[in-house]
């Protein structure tokens, strides 16, 4: 569903929760919010993700953009300027209006005030809210999955995000925490760091991929697959700031995963290897070319910000 002109022009116009509660958002909807706005449902991203793509980015200043326009369900960025400024979306323009791929927008829950839960995005989000020239009042649009604003107190509020999956309420070591622990905004000083996070990330294409059963993809899918791993992977074997060990740990993932036929579950996850999209072979082709092109990009940004660390101390 879009959003009308009248209900955009009042998105536009007035406070995002204030506007919501006027323009009667429905499941399907697209809300225009600044990320400062949005609610986390996990305490942990997976850092290195985040240091790549911010490495990318800063490469590649159209990466950036192409980023925010899919992010919005836009398609590629169409035309971008030297003058383009993701803080005025008028300075450049996408390929398509926003919501045209709506499966390529990332997802919120509506709960209790009008307050909207982030389910799908946190580290894209969070790559936003690093970048310089973006940041937390940076606008996005989002989609809305569910509607849990009639909840009777936030106890009922988790109770069902619990049950529908669209909560994550473990910390950067696996152990379980409350909804009350969870940070109240994006961003790497209110966001864990967990390595299997990134680990998974990093063999996407090689181990696993989108899953070919019907529907989205399970929320929080890679965390599954990094939940499942923890206990089975040493990484105080491994040197994750040189390459090569980088590429040890991966492999050890990567044949991990796909070590599991089709129907067996993952974990405690309740999913299977299919649901979760996880394949019967290491594709080690793609592995190494994620190794040739995508390390060297996350590692020398890493290397960056212990450079500018050492410098501050």
Not at 132 to 138: E, I, K, T
Not at 228 to 249: E, F, I, M, T
């Amino acid at each position: 569903m879009r959003i009308t002109s009248w209900s955009l022009a009042l998105l536009l116009s007035l406070g995002t929760t204030q506007a919501f509660a006027l323009a009667k958002t429905e499941v399907g909807s697209v809300v225009e919010v600044s990320l400062e706005q949005l609610h986390p449902t996990q305490t942990v991203v997976g850092y290195d993700q985040i240091y790549f793509n911010l490495g990318r980015f800063a490469k590649h200043r159209g990466k950036l953009f192409n980023e925010y326009c899919q992010s919005n369900g836009q398609g590629d960025a169409h035309y971008v300027p030297k003058s383009a400024d993701l803080l005025h979306p008028g300075s450049f323009e996408c390929e398509t209006r926003v919501g045209t791929h709506p499966k390529e927008m990332k997802t919120v829950v509506i709960g209790p005030g009008g307050q909207m839960y982030l389910t799908d995005g946190h580290h894209t989000f969070t790559t936003f809210w690093e970048q310089p020239g973006a940041g937390p009042q940076l606008k996005m649009w989002v989609r809305v999955t569910a509607d849990y604003s009639d909840s009777p107190d936030m106890t009922s509020f988790w109770q069902r995000m619990n049950k529908a999956h669209k909560v994550w309420l473990k910390d950067g070591n696996g152990q379980v925490i409350k909804p009350e622990q969870l940070p109240e905004h994006l961003g790497l000083k209110n966001l864990q760091n967990d390595p299997f996070r990134s680990l998974v990330y990093f063999v996407r294409g090689a181990a696993y991929g989108r899953p070919s059963t019907k529907g989205a993809p399970p929320e929080f899918l890679e965390f599954y697959w990094g939940d499942w791993l923890r206990p089975q992977v040493n990484l105080s074997r491994y040197d994750l700031g040189k390459r090569a060990d980088y590429h040890r740990a991966l492999t050890k993932v990567g044949k991990l995963m796909t070590s599991l036929r089709a129907s067996a579950k993952v974990g405690k996850s309740g999913l299977t290897v299919l649901q979760l999209g996880g394949q019967g072979l290491l594709d080690t082709e793609v592995l190494d070319e994620t190794v040739a092109t995508k390390l060297p990009v996350m590692l020398e940004y890493k290397a960056h910000l212990r450079a500018e660390a050492a410098v501050v101390q």
